[in-house]
């Protein structure tokens, strides 16, 4: 089973860009499809996007278009969530997953940001 | 607010069942078989429990089932232990627009 590790947690001002990363180990990317879900402080889990690396396929949730850029670079196996013009209520916690057929085997850690001025 | 609804809470004694709805639409739950269930412990990532509507991942004990009818889908514990004490959350596959929606989250709660 892939294993997926984050970078480190972030503090950002408003207006500014997050870019989070998830390193897959035990795997390729090539295997699988990675999925971000993000869940604010004592929220749901929310569903931000998602890339199919073997195919450059990227989706995205109809809130996050034109402000979240998925990628990943296959030649270090990690994946990657950009997110732009930060708000106070972009602050929680962003996970990477992988994803098959839309349901999510296995995590990363979580990646905490904070968003603050 | 979330796509789909699950209750708030959900209790019960050790050794008894309990169950949890996930109440969504005909674009999502009632149209897919692509329904999963999430444990997640407080302060730790998402587990996976339950995928495409009743299957079971490897290492995830047979105490947890899932199934659907129409737009509901229900995750039932059965011999409910302390260790089960969590939230859990529900997600559905809602076509080429949508993508994926999850439910609110149900806090289970082992008496």
């Known amino acids: 089973q892939v294993q997926l590790v984050q970078s480190g947690s972030e503090v950002k001002k408003p207006g500014s860009s997050v870019k989070v990363s998830c390193k897959a180990s035990g795997g390729t990317l090539r295997s699988y499809s990675v999925a971000w879900v993000r869940q604010a402080p004592g929220q749901a889990l929310e569903w931000v996007g998602g890339i199919i690396p073997v195919l450059g396929v990227v989706s995205y949730a109809l809130g996050f278009q034109g402000r979240a850029t998925i990628t990943a670079d296959e030649s270090t196996n990690t994946a990657y969530m950009e997110l732009n013009s930060l708000r106070s209520d972009d602050t929680a916690v962003y996970y990477c997953a992988g994803d098959r057929d839309r349901s999510f085997h296995s995590w990363g850690q979580g990646t905490p940001v904070t968003v603050s001025s | 607010q979330s796509a789909l609804t699950q209750p708030a809470s959900v209790s019960g004694s050790p050794g008894q069942s309990i169950t949890i709805s996930c109440t969504g639409t005909?674009?999502?739950?009632?149209?897919?078989?692509?329904v999963s269930w999430y444990q997640q412990q407080p302060g730790k990532a998402p587990r996976l429990m339950i995928y495409e509507v009743n299957k079971r991942p490897s290492g995830v004990s047979n105490r947890f089932s899932g199934s659907k009818s129409g737009n509901t889908a229900s995750l039932t514990i059965s011999g409910l232990r302390a260790e089960d004490e969590a939230n859990y959350y529900c997600s559905s596959y809602a076509g080429s627009t949508t993508f994926v929606v999850f439910g609110g989250g149900t806090k289970v709660t082992v008496l």
């Open positions: 005909s674009s999502d739950v009632g149209s897919y078989t692509l």
